[in-house]
């Protein structure tokens, strides 16, 4: 049977707080190392009302100390954000202190607006250019010493030294990381949830592509999506209406906080509101313990997908859980 894992982007609700939020992921992650799920990914997001996960060391340092079973790691590490030593440095102190539990999941994108991008990197060297290959093999090169001996950076240990980076996972929602992940032998992570590029092409094209490494003889890929699941078919659509309102609203530009799903059912759409939903109910898995399975095995299939990682913004805390302990039933953890 697939394993199964969480990417939690700690969701912010109308009426409530971040704060809040927060110690909902915590209670969460808690829930899902007693269900049996494999990992427990936290997002990096900034400058978004309805998105809490600003700080995933921070938060997985906290879950981890929290848990037992479970994988902690990032999904992802912004990587334009952030110089590559701090990165190894964040990690590798992760790693020290939780050894073998922890993931670094790293992601091309800033996670953010533009301007909210420049000012995350405002002390660092901001180019117009994309520059995540040069800070990524900049992660590699001070992990395995490989700068040559006249580089300034050649006599740079990241700290603890002794400690390995945790294992690492390329994010994507395309074939570019799949195929930058399979040429130095890391995990691959798609995110069906909100790409439009397909699946089953990336995941394929990084298992014929991969070369083995020291970390990782064999291609390992993660699918993530979205899912909800509840006792009747009629409880899940109902809460699946607020993901729905939640997605016209970013296609929008508006990244309001959740709102429950009376608000969702008797917000006033328009028909191109309606064909939004449609196209994004493709990336979205509505349905009971009965049918929700049946509904998932067809892309685990075409995916080949080592493991099924599942985000739920769901508004009420309670049904999230409820959702995500149907899951684990059906799955059989």
């Known amino acids: 049977m697939v394993a199964l894992s969480i990417l939690d982007l700690s969701p912010v609700t109308a009426g409530g ?25 936290v997002a990096e997001h900034h400058n978004l009302s309805n998105i809490a996960s600003s700080a995933p060391e921070i938060m997985i340092g906290q879950i981890a100390a929290r848990t037992s079973r479970l994988r902690v790691g990032s999904g992802g590490v912004m990587l334009p954000n952030h110089a590559p030593l701090a990165v190894a440095e964040r990690f590798k102190v992760l790693e020290a202190l939780f050894p073998g539990r922890i993931d670094l999941g790293i992601g091309r994108a800033p996670g953010t607006d533009h301007v909210t991008s420049v000012a995350l990197r405002r002390r660092q060297d901001i180019r117009e250019d994309d520059d995540f290959l040069e800070r990524f093999q900049e992660l590699l090169l001070l992990e395995n010493g490989g700068f040559p001996k006249d580089h300034p950076f050649s006599t740079i240990r990241a700290m603890p030294s002794d400690v390995a980076l945790p294992p690492i996972y390329l994010l994507g929602s395309s074939d570019y990381s799949a195929r930058l992940a399979a040429s130095i032998g890391a995990g691959f992570s798609f995110a069906h949830h909100f790409a ?14 991969f070369q ?15 899912a909800v699941v509840a006792d009747t078919e009629e409880q899940a659509e109902r809460l699946a209406s607020t993901i729905d309102l939640n997605f016209v609203r970013r296609a929008k530009g508006d990244y309001l906080p959740l709102e429950s799903p009376e ?26 313990p009965a049918t929700i399975k049946d509904k998932l095995l067809p892309l685990l299939q075409d995916t080949q997908a ?10 009420d805390h309670k049904a999230r859980k409820k959702s995500y302990s149907l899951l684990a039933q059906t799955f059989a953890l």
């Open 17 to 41: 707080s971040g704060a809040q939020s927060l110690r909902n992921s915590l209670d969460l992650a808690e829930h899902a190392d007693r269900l049996g799920y494999r990992r427990y990914w």
């Open 196 to 209: 439009s590029h397909d699946a089953a092409a990336a995941m394929r094209m990084y298992r014929e592509r």
């Open 212 to 226: 083995p490494s020291q970390t990782l003889p064999a291609p390992y890929a993660i699918l993530a999506t979205a």
């Open 263 to 288: 608000t969702a059912l008797a917000y006033p759409y328009a028909p191109a509101d309606r064909d939004r939903i449609r196209q994004n109910r493709s990336r979205l898995f509505v349905g009971t």
């Open 306 to 315: 080592d493991e099924l990682m599942i985000t739920s913004m769901i508004y």
